[in-house]
């Protein structure tokens, strides 16, 4: 958000409402008995089929401001409503204040002559960053690649215009969105740069991106698919191709619990770097070391003090055990991957966390389950929110460091 505090309402001052809305990567409200097409393409190919309409005419993009022409009046009030309809908590005078100042700029996505999306962003020229303010598509665009497809081109637009970074304040649920766009929690630029250009909310969180001048966003996925060509011929010349090794099924016993979650640590390989063949294509696996408030420590270690914190706070009853389908007979209809805080603490057990990062998404899981579920206005999205706040100020004290794989010694967890 880009407005100054007089400039923002008074239910606004100080608060972060779901200020952007993105594409849903999450599974749909109601499972639906056959998964729809884009659910079950990967990014990648969703990106080809967006770029694909671009090159038939079907799909086009432009940047607009309020310069007072009929025809872009008509696209920002249809941009306005979208952003009205898919982000239901943000005061719509604020949305009609921010698509028409003169100093927002937006990015609208056309499709057959009608907006279906679109990104508001206020550059700040003299400083060379620009900050997102609202991103949203239709509902019947989400999860299509549409809301990547609009990011990397706008990326390269504003690239013309000396535009190096971009900042904006990301809610829980756009958080991950931002995160597959290039952007993470660490602010590189300098402080003076963008501070007293941009407003600070509480419940937000400032993520950065930088902008590379040697990338061509709008041609990522062929470049991606070079890249994983030439990853494969690479491979194909370390190792041969007549080598046979014996499927991993073969060489792997696990035990269970009825729920379907590994018991115990029975395994033939406890490391990628011990399946066979992969040592002949040159592979070596990624080593960390881990501090916890500054104190040499091991992953496991590390990982039991996180959820020790977890556990004291008074808001994670809800999260302890699975959900009981006697209480919510459908929960396992609409969430797909369950998760609760036992199950995470028998992975910690058995070693099944090789990172800090697997750790964490299964944390983050939990949480984004129940607000999936049980939405927002209730007592278990609060304390779904309070789990995450504690999960927040937790990992700040857990320092994850990659180090030299042939380094000895190094604590591994």
């Known amino acids: 958000m880009a407005e100054r505090a007089e400039d923002v309402p008074p239910e606004m001052n100080g608060k972060m409402d779901a200020a952007v809305m993105v594409e849903i990567s999450e599974a749909p409200a109601t499972a639906p008995s056959t998964p729809f097409k884009a659910e079950r393409q990967t990014p990648l190919m969703r990106q080809r089929d967006v770029m694909e309409k671009e090159r038939t005419g079907e799909l086009r993009f432009e940047t607009i401001t309020n310069d007072g022409r009929d025809q872009t009046m008509i696209e920002l009030i249809a941009l306005k409503n979208i952003f009205a309809k898919q982000l239901p908590k943000m005061p719509k005078e604020y949305i009609v204040r921010l698509v028409l100042d003169r100093n927002h700029y937006s990015l609208v996505c056309l499709s057959g ?28 665009r989400q999860v299509k690649g549409f809301g990547t497809r609009m990011m990397n081109q706008l990326k390269q637009i504003v690239k013309k215009d000396g535009i190096e970074y971009f900042l904006t304040y990301a809610d829980n649920y756009a958080i991950g969105y931002f995160k597959k766009q ?19 909310y509480d419940g937000g969180t400032l993520m950065e991106c930088p902008l590379s001048e040697h990338v061509d966003y709008t041609n990522l996925p062929k470049m991606i698919e070079e890249q994983r060509k030439a990853l ?16 991993l099924t073969n060489t792997l016993t696990f035990e269970t619990y009825a729920e379907g979650d590994i018991r115990g640590s029975k395994l033939s390989i406890t490391s990628a770097e011990h399946i066979p063949g992969l040592a002949e294509t040159g592979f070596v696996m990624p080593r960390y070391t881990y501090r916890v408030n500054g104190e040499a420590s091991t992953l496991s270690l590390a990982l039991k003090q996180v959820l020790e914190e977890l556990l004291r706070s008074e808001h994670v009853w809800p999260f302890l055990q699975p959900v009981d389908v006697a209480e919510a007979p459908d929960y396992y209809e609409i969430i797909n991957q369950p998760m609760d805080l036992n199950k995470i603490q028998r992975r910690i057990a058995i070693g099944y966390y090789r990172t800090l990062r697997l750790f964490e998404a299964d ?22 929110g309070e789990i995450d706040k504690c999960l927040n100020h937790t990992l700040t004290c857990v320092e994850e460091v990659r180090v030299d794989p042939m380094a000895v010694g190094a604590p591994a967890g």
């Open 363 to 384: 944390v983050r899981r939990v949480v984004s389950n129940c607000r999936s579920y049980n939405g927002e206005d209730n007592q278990y999205a609060l304390c779904a």
């Open 232 to 247: 494969l011929v690479l491979i194909a010349q370390r190792l041969p191709a007549a080598a046979v090794f014996p499927p």
């Open 182 to 200: 290039g952007f993470n929690r660490q602010v590189t630029m300098k402080r003076e740069r963008w501070v007293g250009y941009i407003k600070d």
């Open 113 to 140: 002559g009608d907006v279906v999306g679109g990104i508001t962003y206020r550059p700040h020229f003299t400083q060379g960053f620009a900050e997102i303010a609202f991103c949203a598509v239709t509902a019947a």
